[in-house]
C-alpha cells in the first residue's frame, strides 16, 4: 500500500482528494492541515496532523515519521481581492510555505509531488481557450504565488530530481457526488455557492459583477470543473510520474465557458427558485472569459470528466447547500 500526504486535506477540494484516495482502497493518507480555512470534520479518514507549512520542524517530523510515496499540495490561500490588500500573507503563506515543505521533501527521499496551480497564473488571456502554452502574465498577488512555485518547482525538479506535475484548476466548483463534503468558505466569494445562498435564502441576493464585459450576454464566462473530476485529475497524475513521466502542467477544466447569467438561469431551473439578482459594476481584476483547453490532459493523463456537465455540477452543489441549512 503506498502512503500519500495530502497537504491542505482539510479544505474543499483536499478533503474531496482525501475521500477518493481512500475509496480506491489502495492508499495510506495522511492529511496536513492547519485548519486556519479547513475543518476536521471534512477529513473522513486516514490520519490527521495538525500543522502548519510554517514549522519546517514539524514537517521535517512528519516526513521522518512516514515514508510518503506521494504528495498532494492544496494548502493556500486563494482570495484574489485580499491578495491585492495584503501581499505579504500571500506571499508568506503560499510561497514561503511551499519552500518550507519542498526543502523538507527532498531532505526525505524527494517524493513526487502534485501542486495546485491555477488559471490565474495566464493573467488577462490572450487567446480562448487557453492551452499550456498560453503565456503566463498573473495580474494579482494570489496569481503570482502560484506561478513563483510552479518556477520554483522546475529549478527544485532539476536541481534535486524531484519530479512535479502542476495542475491549473479553471473554476472548481460542485460537491461530493454523495453529498458528504462541499464547499464551506469563510468568507464565500465564489459564484456558484454564493447563487445557491440566495436560492436557500441565506443570503438576500447575487450580485452580478458587471454586464458589460464583451460576451454574449455582457457577463463573464468560466469553465467550471467538478470537484470530483479534479481529484480524479490528480490522481492519475500521480500515478503517471510513479510510472516514470517527466514533470509537466495541465491546463483542467471541461474546455465549455458559462457566463454568470448562465449559472444563474440553470441554478435557478435546479432548484426550483427564482434567485434574486442585483446588477453590480465589475470587480477589479476579473477577465472576460476563462476557458481550458484540456487536451493534454486528456490525452496523456487519459482523464475523463464524469461530471462536465454544468447542471450535474450545480445539482450537487445543491443538495450539499440543503444540508448545510438544516
Ligand atoms: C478566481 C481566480 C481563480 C482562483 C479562484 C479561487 C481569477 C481570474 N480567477 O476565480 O484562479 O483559483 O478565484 O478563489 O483570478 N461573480 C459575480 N458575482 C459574485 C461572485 C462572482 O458576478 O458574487 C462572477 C465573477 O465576476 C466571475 C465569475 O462570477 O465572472 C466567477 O467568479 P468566482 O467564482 O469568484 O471565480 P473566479 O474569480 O473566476
Same mark, same amino acid.
Given at each position: 500500500?503506498?502512503?500519500?500526504?495530502?497537504?491542505?486535506?482539510?479544505?474543499?477540494?483536499?478533503?474531496?482528494?482525501?475521500?477518493?484516495?481512500?475509496?480506491?482502497?489502495?492508499?495510506?493518507?495522511?492529511?496536513?492541515?492547519?485548519?486556519?480555512?479547513?475543518?476536521?470534520?471534512?477529513?473522513?479518514?486516514?490520519?490527521?496532523?495538525?500543522?502548519?507549512? !510554517?514549522?519546517?520542524?514539524?514537517?521535517?517530523?512528519?516526513?521522518?515519521?512516514?515514508?510518503?510515496?506521494?504528495?498532494?499540495?492544496?494548502?493556500?490561500?486563494?482570495?484574489?481581492?485580499?491578495?491585492?490588500?495584503?501581499?505579504?500573507?500571500?506571499?508568506?503563506?503560499?510561497?514561503?510555505? @511551499?519552500?518550507?515543505?519542498?526543502?523538507?521533501?527532498?531532505?526525505?527521499?524527494?517524493?513526487?509531488?502534485?501542486?495546485?496551480?491555477?488559471?490565474?497564473?495566464?493573467?488577462?488571456?490572450?487567446?480562448?481557450?487557453?492551452?499550456?502554452?498560453?503565456?503566463?502574465?498573473?495580474?494579482?498577488?494570489?496569481?503570482? @504565488?502560484?506561478?513563483?512555485?510552479?518556477?520554483?518547482?522546475?529549478?527544485?525538479?532539476?536541481?534535486?530530481?524531484?519530479?512535479?506535475?502542476?495542475?491549473?484548476?479553471?473554476?472548481?466548483?460542485?460537491?461530493?457526488?454523495?453529498?458528504?463534503?462541499?464547499?464551506?468558505?469563510?468568507?464565500?466569494?465564489?459564484?456558484?455557492?454564493?447563487?445557491?445562498?440566495?436560492?436557500?435564502?441565506?443570503?438576500?441576493?447575487?450580485?452580478?459583477?458587471?454586464?458589460?464585459?464583451?460576451?454574449?450576454?455582457?457577463?463573464?464566462?468560466?469553465?467550471?470543473?467538478?470537484?470530483?473530476?479534479?481529484?480524479?485529475?490528480?490522481?492519475?497524475?500521480?500515478?503517471?510520474?510513479?510510472?516514470?513521466?517527466?514533470?509537466? !502542467?495541465?491546463?483542467?477544466?471541461?474546455?465549455?465557458?458559462?457566463?454568470?447569467?448562465?449559472?444563474?438561469?440553470?441554478?435557478?431551473?435546479?432548484?426550483?427558485?427564482?434567485?434574486?439578482?442585483?446588477?453590480?459594476?465589475?470587480?477589479?481584476?476579473?477577465?472576460?472569459?476563462?476557458? !481550458?483547453?484540456?487536451?493534454?490532459?486528456?490525452?496523456?493523463?487519459?482523464?475523463?470528466?464524469?461530471?462536465?456537465?454544468?447542471?450535474?455540477?450545480?445539482?450537487?452543489?445543491?443538495?450539499?447547500?440543503?444540508?448545510?441549512?438544516?
Amino acid at each position: 500500500m503506498k502512503t500519500i500526504l495530502v497537504v491542505g486535506g482539510a479544505g474543499y477540494i483536499g478533503s474531496q482528494m482525501v475521500k477518493q484516495l481512500l475509496a480506491t482502497g489502495n492508499y495510506h493518507v495522511v492529511t496536513l492541515d492547519n485548519l486556519s480555512h479547513g475543518y476536521r470534520d471534512a477529513i473522513i479518514g486516514g490520519d490527521f496532523v495538525l500543522g502548519d507549512l !510554517a514549522d519546517r520542524t514539524g514537517l521535517d517530523h512528519l516526513l521522518a515519521d512516514y515514508q510518503f510515496d506521494g504528495i498532494i499540495h492544496f494548502a493556500s490561500f486563494i482570495e484574489v481581492g485580499e491578495s491585492m490588500q495584503q501581499p505579504g500573507k500571500y506571499y508568506q503563506n503560499n510561497v514561503a510555505g @511551499t519552500l518550507n515543505l519542498l526543502d523538507a521533501i527532498i531532505s526525505h527521499g524527494a517524493p513526487p509531488i502534485i501542486f495546485s496551480s491555477t488559471a490565474a497564473i495566464f493573467g488577462e488571456p490572450q487567446y480562448t481557450p487557453i492551452d499550456e502554452q498560453h503565456p503566463t502574465q498573473p495580474i494579482n498577488p494570489y496569481g503570482k @504565488t502560484k506561478w513563483m512555485i510552479e518556477h520554483i518547482l522546475a529549478d527544485y525538479g532539476r536541481a534535486h530530481q524531484l519530479k512535479f506535475t502542476c495542475l491549473r484548476y479553471f473554476n472548481a466548483a460542485g460537491a461530493d457526488p454523495e453529498g458528504q463534503l462541499g464547499e464551506r468558505h469563510q468568507p464565500e466569494t465564489h459564484l456558484i455557492p454564493l447563487v445557491l445562498q440566495a436560492a436557500s435564502g441565506r443570503r438576500s441576493h447575487l450580485t452580478i459583477f458587471g454586464q458589460d464585459y464583451d460576451t454574449p450576454d455582457g457577463t463573464g464566462i468560466r469553465d467550471y470543473i467538478h470537484v470530483y473530476d479534479l481529484c480524479q485529475a490528480h490522481l492519475l497524475a500521480l500515478e503517471q510520474l510513479w510510472q516514470g513521466a517527466d514533470s509537466t !502542467a495541465y491546463n483542467l477544466g471541461n474546455g465549455t465557458g458559462f457566463s454568470v447569467k448562465q449559472v444563474i438561469e440553470t441554478a435557478n431551473l435546479v432548484t426550483g427558485n427564482t434567485i434574486p439578482i442585483v446588477m453590480g459594476t465589475r470587480r477589479k481584476g476579473d477577465p472576460a472569459r476563462l476557458v !481550458a483547453d484540456s487536451t493534454h490532459a486528456k490525452l496523456k493523463l487519459n482523464w475523463q470528466p464524469q461530471y462536465a456537465d454544468l447542471t450535474t455540477i450545480i445539482t450537487h452543489a445543491w443538495q450539499w447547500e440543503q444540508q448545510l441549512i438544516r
